[in-house]
């Protein structure tokens, strides 16, 4: 476990060799550029193209991913997007024997659930914020949609917190659990208590 450090946050990272392979989950930051390469080899990349306020971003990999602040802190706003790796799994569909081929369709959804934690890590009853990824659930097609674009996100529902967790939820589930990447790319994390701004996070310093 080797958790990295911007401003007041810090952002989980697990690493894991087994006889498998190699495994992570938590929070990378990246600067990848790429939003055509499909596949899991292109998995730090946003498919906006980068990061929202900087070169740097963060990348979230699975519910394992938390943020800890060091004091209890109202979170303002953060920018969400899918990775490059997400978003054309769930757009173009993906290749077998690995995923289900087709691309979503009527009735799919991917979103991610911002959820508040206190000093030990476990979640504050009614902090959450869901944000849908993709929506494919209307019966109107014009409102279907696969996020690809940074969009600004309200957190400050979630009131005090000491930490911030992701929880992913869709309706492409197989006997393992969700098969779509359950992947997030976040930038501009910015707080409006103790002084607006004081944890935006700058990712841009850590290349």
Sequence with gaps: TQPWVSGNASFSNTFDVS??????????YSNVVDTTTAGYLNEYASLAGGGSSSAT??????????????????????DVTNTTYAG??????????????????QGDFFSVTFVGL???GGAIAGSEQEVFLADFRSANVNDHFVLNNWQSVNLSSL??????????????VGPFGINTPTYIAV???????PEPGSLALTFAAMT
């Design 187 to 193: 930038d501009n994390i910015v707080t409006a208590v």
């Design 159 to 172: 009131g005090a917190v000491r930490g911030l967790g992701v929880r992913f939820a869709s309706s492409d």
């Design 118 to 120: 206190n000093a030990t």
């Design 19 to 28: 006889a498998f392979g190699s495994f992570w989950s938590g929070w990378a």
């Design 88 to 105: 054309l799994y769930m757009r173009d569909g993906s290749s077998p024997p690995f995923d289900p081929p087709a691309p979503y369709g």
């Design 57 to 78: 971003y963060a990348v979230a990999y699975s519910d394992f991913a938390t943020i800890q602040f060091a004091d209890w802190v109202n979170l303002s706003t953060l």
